[in-house]
């Protein structure tokens, strides 16, 4: 896949392993997140980024990272796949990682097969995202509320990054 693999977390441990496992994956391009400067610079030759979050013992501290990319300026990074490597999965990290947003929640075992059905229902499939001013991430029926949102139709490929294809406010759901 024509993709860019930001990976998020400690050059060792964990983190060392998703670079490893990113270039198994396939992704030619495969670097430590620095920035989202950088990745916007980046998604210039890659249209298609995606951020893979090495497992922490507190996803809470992801919170920062995750709030500069769903709130990037530009849409390539702001709909870019964000997954989060959990290596002993709790409900209430699950939790949080909807709460920020991510894609998708991925646990043991880290098989090829299973990763990549993973990842490439990520990529050239209609996707809905929602946006208040305090989330940006996929639909999902925690977020539903009486509130004003956004609906949004995305769709990511690799020529050409994400595309919105629908865009529309609403109240309540």
Do not use: N
């Not at 890659?46 to 501290?61: K, N, W």
């Amino acid at each position: 896949m024509k993709a860019c693999a930001y990976v998020v977390g400690p050059g060792d441990g964990p983190g060392a392993a998703l670079v490893d496992m990113g270039r198994e994956l396939g992704f030619p391009v495969v670097l430590p997140f620095h920035s989202v400067a950088a990745a916007e610079a980046q998604s210039q030759q890659t249209p298609l980024i995606f951020f893979l979050f090495a497992a922490v013992h507190d996803v809470r501290i992801l919170k920062g990272v995750a709030d500069q990319i769903r709130f990037a300026p530009a849409r390539r990074i702001r709909f870019s796949p964000m997954l989060y490597f959990s290596e002993s999965p709790s409900h209430d990290a699950i939790s949080r990682c909807i709460e920020m947003g991510f894609d998708d929640v991925i646990t043991l075992p880290f098989t090829r097969p299973r990763l990549m059905g993973r990842i490439t229902r990520l990529v050239d499939h209609t996707q809905v995202y929602h946006e208040t001013p305090a989330y940006l991430g996929p639909e999902r029926p925690i977020h539903r509320g009486s509130g004003q949102f956004r609906r949004l139709e995305i769709i990511r490929t690799p020529a050409a990054g994400t595309s919105v294809l629908r865009d529309e406010m609403r109240v309540g759901l």
